[in-house]
């Protein structure tokens, strides 16, 4: 089992960057594929970004490429996801998710673990 802790959220201005961190505890984060979802009001929940295990391959939306970098750190069980070019339609709760197996696609009915959740708020 994982737990998982988000930070980093805030206001920017459409433009800006943020750069969010996912703290987990438990056992063996290295094994787990990490992710991140986001939400808007009234909105699916939607994948962002994610990446696998081990070498660290990394997977994006098409909504999201180019401007945001995920990465992670197995010595300090931490993955984190770099925003930058914001746009307001960014504007979401974010969080961090934990799945022990990938197929090849990302969804969020596939997420085993998921933290509480950042406000990620873009301003025009």
């Known amino acids: 089992q994982v737990q998982l802790v988000e930070s980093g959220g805030g206001l920017v201005q459409a433009g800006g960057s943020l750069r969010l961190s996912c703290a987990a505890s438990g056992n063996a984060f290295s094994t787990y594929y990490m992710s991140w979802f986001r939400q808007a009001p009234g909105k699916e929940r939607e994948f962002v970004a994610g990446i696998s295990r081990y070498l660290g391959n990394t997977y994006y939306a098409d909504s999201v490429k180019g401007r945001f970098t995920t990465s992670r750190d197995n010595a300090k069980n931490a993955v984190y996801l770099e925003m930058n070019s914001l746009k307001p339609e960014d504007t979401a709760v974010y969080y961090c998710?934990?799945?022990?197996?990938?197929?090849?696609?990302?969804?969020?009915?596939?997420?085993?673990?998921w933290g509480q959740g950042t406000q990620v708020t873009v301003s025009s």
């Open positions: 998710a934990a799945q022990r197996s990938f197929s090849g696609r990302w969804h969020y009915s596939l997420v085993e673990y």
